[in-house]
T-cell receptor, first 113, second 113 residues
Framework: GENVEQHPSTLSVQEGDSAVIKCTYS??????FPWYKQELGKRPQLIID?????GEKKDQRIAVTLNKTAKHFSLHITETQPEDSAVYFC????????????FGRGTSLIVHP | EPEVTQTPSHQVTQMGQEVILRCVPI?????FYWYRQILGQKVEFLVS????????KSEIFDDQFSVERPDGSNFTLKIRSTKLEDSAMYFC???????????FGQGTRLTVV
């Protein structure tokens, strides 16, 4: 099955700095890569996703890049704000049946004002 | 915006008891999932459900677990003979058939004592 590794486990930045979270996946057949943000005590929220036919996708201050050859993908957050503080999960899904996302361990992002 | 809802938000049960966790997926969604997250660990896939049957399940989803869609709206996870190690946050998720995007409920925190 798919295995997703995510790092760092904790990331501390100053407000206004950029933050980068990196993930690798094991199965080259995976073709869908969502990112979820989970604030304390709340549900994981889908914030951005990318499919394998695209190398980069941007939505305001967040962007995701995908390198299929190296089997890694990254989340970039620019101009971080305190409300970006949360746990971020990357995931990878294989194109079969239920498109089950396999999650990384999560990155706790702390943005200091 | 429609959301996946889960009840209860917190369930405390004695070891050996049976619990039923309930989920109401988004109404036009066709695929349903249960995940669990043990404190400090990654979100782990348990089972997916489509067309009134299990489509995939993980190694974790053994005979202790079962799922059911008793009516047109609810999706339940039953855990029999609960063990201490079943203590975790359990998330329900759902998606339509036309997209890979999965939407999560707010979770049920199960504490087995």
């Amino acid at each position: 099955g798919e295995n997703v590794e995510q790092h760092p486990s904790t990331l501390s930045v100053q407000e206004g700095d950029s933050a980068v979270i990196k993930c690798t996946y094991s199965d080259s057949a995976s073709n869908y890569f969502p990112w979820y943000k989970q604030e304390l005590g709340k549900r994981p929220q889908l914030i951005i996703d990318i499919r394998s036919n695209v190398g980069e996708k941007k939505d305001q201050r967040i962007a995701v890049t995908l390198n299929k050859t190296a089997k890694h993908f990254s989340l970039h957050i620019t101009e971080t704000q305190p409300e970006d503080s949360a746990v971020y999960f990357c995931a990878a899904a294989l194109p079969r049946g239920s498109y089950i996302p396999t999650f990384g361990r999560g990155t706790s992002l702390i943005v200091h004002p | 915006e429609p959301e996946v809802t889960q009840t209860p938000s917190h369930q405390v049960t004695q070891m050996g008891q049976e619990v039923i966790l309930r989920c109401v997926p988004i109404s036009n969604h066709l695929y349903f999932y249960w995940y669990r997250q043990i404190l400090g660990q990654k979100v782990e896939f348990l089972v997916s459900f489509y067309n009134n049957e299990i489509s995939e399940k993980s190694e974790i989803f053994d005979d202790q677990f079962s799922v059911e869609r008793p009516d047109g709206s609810n999706f339940t996870l039953k855990i029999r003979s609960t063990k201490l190690e079943d203590s975790a946050m359990y998330f329900c998720a759902s998606r339509t058939g036309g997209t890979e995007k999965a939407f999560f409920g707010q979770g049920t925190r199960l504490t087995v004592v």
